[in-house]
C-alpha cells in the first residue's frame, strides 16, 4: 500500500505552512504532502482525473467539478464561518481562521481511516510546566488535576514536583516522603540519573516521584537536577505527559525549565495584587508563542471584582480558562479533582 497522498491548495503561502509544518511533525515521510499555492497550475492538475486521499482546498480555488476526482476526504478551507453544510456532498466545510491546531485535529480525527499510519506512531513526550508569580495561587491543586484528567483520558502520566518545599503529598494516599537512598541519586545528578530513580517512582491514579522530607537545599541537591532529569525522562518517551509543578522562584534553572518545556501554563488569580506579580514576572520572559504559554485565572469567583478585565489593573496578557473556586478542594482525592469542568477543559486542550 502506498504512501497517503495529500494536497493543501491555497494561494496564502503564509497560511499553509503551519498546516503544512503539522503534517511533516506528525507523519514525516509517512505521507505524500502536495502543496498548492498556484491557481492556474492547481486547474491544469485538475484538468485530468485524480486520485487522492485528502484534499484540502481554499474556496477561491473550489469548483463543483473538483467532486468528480476520486477523492477520499474533501476539506473546503471557508474564508467565513458557514451555518450551513455541506457534508452531505462529501465536502467538509472548515472555517479557514480556526486555530492551526484545531483544523488539524479535525482533519486528522474525519481522516483516521485514511491515515492508519497515525495509530502506529507514538507521540513524543510533552512537558507541562506550571508555574506562577506567586505563592498560593493553586498551582499544586491545578498539577495534581490536570494530571488526575489525563491519567483518567488514558494517557501515561508522570508528575514531578520541582518546588524547593513540596506538600502535593497532601492528596494522596501514600504520604510517605523519599526514601534516603533515592537521596544519593539526586545528589550525584548523573547521566544515568533516570535509570537510578525509576525504580522509586510511585503509582496511584498516575505515576509521580515522591516528596522530599525537607527542602531540597537542605539536602545539597543542585536544582538544576531537574532540568537533567526531565529531558533525561522526556528523551525515553516512556510517558505521553510529564507535569512538572515549580515554584515561584525566578532563576537560571527556572528560565531554563520554561525553554525546555513544550507548554507554560501560567497561574494567576482575579485580584489586583495577582496581576500585578503576573505582569513583574512576565517582564523577565518571552510569552508572545501563544501555542506554548496559557493563561489561568484559578479559585474564579463571579461574585467579587475581576482585576483582569480592570483596565486599572494594566494586565499585560489574557486569561485563556478560568478554573471557579472549588470548596475544600484540599478535601479531594485525585478521582474527584478529575471531575472538575475547568480542569477536564485544560487536559482535553493539552490533548
Same mark, same amino acid.
Given at each position: 500500500?502506498?504512501?497517503?497522498?495529500?494536497?493543501?491548495?491555497?494561494?496564502?503561502?503564509?497560511?499553509?505552512?503551519?498546516?503544512?509544518?503539522?503534517?511533516?511533525?506528525?507523519?514525516?515521510?509517512?505521507?505524500?504532502?502536495?502543496?498548492?499555492?498556484?491557481?492556474?497550475?492547481?486547474?491544469?492538475?485538475?484538468?485530468?482525473?485524480?486520485?487522492?486521499?485528502?484534499?484540502?482546498?481554499?474556496?477561491?480555488?473550489?469548483?463543483?467539478?473538483?467532486?468528480?476526482?476520486?477523492?477520499?476526504?474533501?476539506?473546503?478551507?471557508?474564508?467565513?464561518?458557514?451555518?450551513?453544510?455541506?457534508?452531505?456532498?462529501?465536502?467538509?466545510?472548515?472555517?479557514?481562521?480556526?486555530?492551526?491546531?484545531?483544523?488539524?485535529?479535525?482533519?486528522?480525527?474525519?481522516?483516521?481511516?485514511?491515515?492508519?499510519?497515525?495509530?502506529?506512531?507514538?507521540?513524543?513526550?510533552?512537558?507541562?510546566?506550571?508555574?506562577?508569580?506567586?505563592?498560593?495561587?493553586?498551582?499544586?491543586?491545578?498539577?495534581?488535576?490536570?494530571?488526575?484528567?489525563?491519567?483518567?483520558?488514558?494517557?501515561?502520566?508522570?508528575?514531578?514536583?520541582?518546588?524547593?518545599?513540596?506538600?502535593?503529598?497532601?492528596?494522596?494516599?501514600?504520604?510517605?516522603?523519599?526514601?534516603?537512598?533515592?537521596?544519593?541519586?539526586?545528589?550525584?545528578?548523573?547521566?544515568?540519573?533516570?535509570?537510578?530513580?525509576?525504580?522509586?517512582?510511585?503509582?496511584?491514579?498516575?505515576?509521580?516521584?515522591?516528596?522530599?522530607?525537607?527542602?531540597?537545599?537542605?539536602?545539597?541537591?543542585?536544582?538544576?537536577?531537574?532540568?537533567?532529569?526531565?529531558?533525561?525522562?522526556? $528523551?525515553?518517551?516512556?510517558?505521553?505527559?510529564?507535569?512538572?509543578?515549580?515554584?515561584?522562584?525566578?532563576?537560571?534553572?527556572?528560565?531554563?525549565?520554561?525553554?525546555?518545556?513544550?507548554?507554560?501554563?501560567?497561574?494567576? $488569580?482575579?485580584?489586583?495584587?495577582?496581576?500585578? $506579580?503576573?505582569?513583574?514576572?512576565?517582564?523577565?520572559?518571552?510569552?508572545?508563542?501563544?501555542?506554548?504559554?496559557?493563561?489561568?485565572?484559578?479559585?474564579?469567583?463571579?461574585?467579587?471584582?475581576?482585576?483582569?478585565?480592570?483596565?486599572?489593573?494594566?494586565?499585560?496578557?489574557?486569561?485563556?480558562?478560568?478554573?471557579?473556586?472549588?470548596?475544600?478542594?484540599?478535601?479531594?482525592?485525585?478521582?474527584?479533582?478529575?471531575?472538575?469542568?475547568?480542569?477536564?477543559?485544560?487536559?482535553?486542550?493539552?490533548?
Amino acid at each position: 500500500m502506498g504512501k497517503p497522498r495529500i494536497i493543501i491548495a491555497d494561494a496564502d503561502e503564509s497560511y499553509i505552512a503551519p498546516l503544512q509544518s503539522k503534517f511533516i511533525e506528525t507523519f514525516f515521510d509517512k505521507i505524500d504532502l502536495e502543496i498548492i499555492t498556484d491557481p492556474l497550475y492547481f486547474q491544469r492538475l485538475f484538468a485530468s482525473p485524480q486520485k487522492m486521499d485528502i484534499l484540502i482546498v481554499n474556496e477561491a480555488f473550489y469548483s463543483p467539478e473538483l467532486q468528480r476526482h476520486n477523492i477520499g476526504n474533501f476539506f473546503l478551507m471557508c474564508e467565513q464561518p458557514s451555518a450551513a453544510s455541506v457534508e452531505e456532498s462529501g465536502v467538509v466545510e472548515i472555517f479557514k481562521y480556526t486555530n492551526v491546531k484545531e483544523i488539524f485535529n479535525e482533519i486528522i480525527g474525519s481522516s483516521a481511516e485514511t491515515l492508519q499510519i497515525k495509530t502506529e506512531m507514538k507521540k513524543q513526550t510533552q512537558t507541562i510546566l506550571v508555574y506562577s508569580a506567586g505563592g498560593g495561587d493553586g498551582k499544586t491543586t491545578i498539577s495534581l488535576g490536570i494530571s488526575s484528567c489525563l491519567a483518567m483520558a488514558h494517557k501515561k502520566v508522570l508528575y514531578i514536583d520541582a518546588e524547593f518545599v513540596q506538600n502535593f503529598q497532601f492528596f494522596l494516599q501514600n504520604k510517605t516522603p523519599i526514601s534516603g537512598e533515592i537521596l544519593s541519586k539526586f545528589q550525584l545528578g548523573n547521566e544515568h540519573i533516570f535509570s537510578d530513580v525509576q525504580p522509586f517512582i510511585r503509582q496511584e491514579l498516575f505515576s509521580y516521584l515522591p516528596p522530599f522530607h525537607a527542602a531540597i537545599s537542605a539536602y545539597n541537591i543542585d536544582f538544576s537536577v531537574f532540568s537533567y532529569l526531565i529531558a533525561q525522562i522526556k $528523551k525515553e518517551n516512556v510517558y505521553d505527559f510529564i507535569i512538572i509543578d515549580t515554584d515561584s522562584v525566578f532563576s537560571d534553572d527556572k528560565g531554563d525549565q520554561i525553554d525546555q518545556a513544550d507548554k507554560i501554563l501560567i497561574v494567576t $488569580k482575579q485580584d489586583f495584587y495577582s496581576v500585578y $506579580k503576573t505582569n513583574c514576572m512576565l517582564k523577565n520572559i518571552n510569552y508572545s508563542d501563544t501555542e506554548k504559554f496559557v493563561f489561568l485565572c484559578n479559585a474564579f469567583q463571579s461574585e467579587y471584582d475581576n482585576a483582569l478585565l480592570d483596565s486599572k489593573s494594566h494586565a499585560t496578557f489574557m486569561v485563556n480558562q478560568y478554573i471557579h473556586w472549588i470548596p475544600e478542594c484540599e478535601k479531594m482525592r485525585l478521582e474527584e479533582l478529575a471531575k472538575i469542568d475547568g480542569l477536564q477543559k485544560i487536559a482535553y486542550a493539552l490533548l
